[in-house]
């Protein structure tokens, strides 16, 4: 599977961006869909994941209520909707692949382990 990121930018806080993932490739082992991100000096972390069979969604606590990850099947694209941005969103945002089922736990799927392909990431920036 190849994933593709595009949409990320710079932003007043407050702003709102969306965040596209194309896959490509062999995707009928995909079961899951992620949004990681990555801050300098940070640690990767979780950020929303879409069981794609199912519409199952999981979310990082701090960002419960102000962003959402859908899926589009017929073109193998992921979306995060980022609204409310705060300056502490800002960060290296990358789009994840994995065959974890509806049945992963919400700490197991925003874990990177439960993913095997990998976009480049897209900066977001938020001021």
């Known amino acids: 599977v190849q994933l593709v990121e595009s949409g990320g930018g710079s932003v007043q806080a407050g702003g709102s961006l969306r965040l596209s993932c194309a896959a490509s490739?062999?995707?009928?082992?995909?079961?899951?869909m992620a949004w990681f991100r990555q801050a300098p000096g940070k640690e990767r972390e979780g950020v929303a994941v879409?069981?794609?069979?199912?519409?199952?969604?999981h979310y990082a606590d701090s960002v419960k209520g102000r962003f959402t990850i859908s899926h589009d099947n017929a073109k193998n694209t992921v979306y995060l909707q980022m609204n409310s941005l705060i300056p502490e969103d800002t960060a290296m945002y990358y789009c994840?692949?994995?065959?974890?089922?509806?049945?992963?736990?919400?700490?197991?799927?925003?874990?990177?382990?439960?993913?095997?392909?990998w976009g480049q990431g897209t900066q977001v920036t938020v001021s």
């Open positions: 879409i069981v794609t069979g199912w519409s199952s969604t």
């Open positions: 490739g062999y995707t009928g082992g995909t079961k899951s």
């Open positions: 994840a692949a994995g065959t974890g089922s509806v049945f992963m736990t919400a700490f197991q799927a925003l874990s990177p382990k439960a993913y095997n392909a």
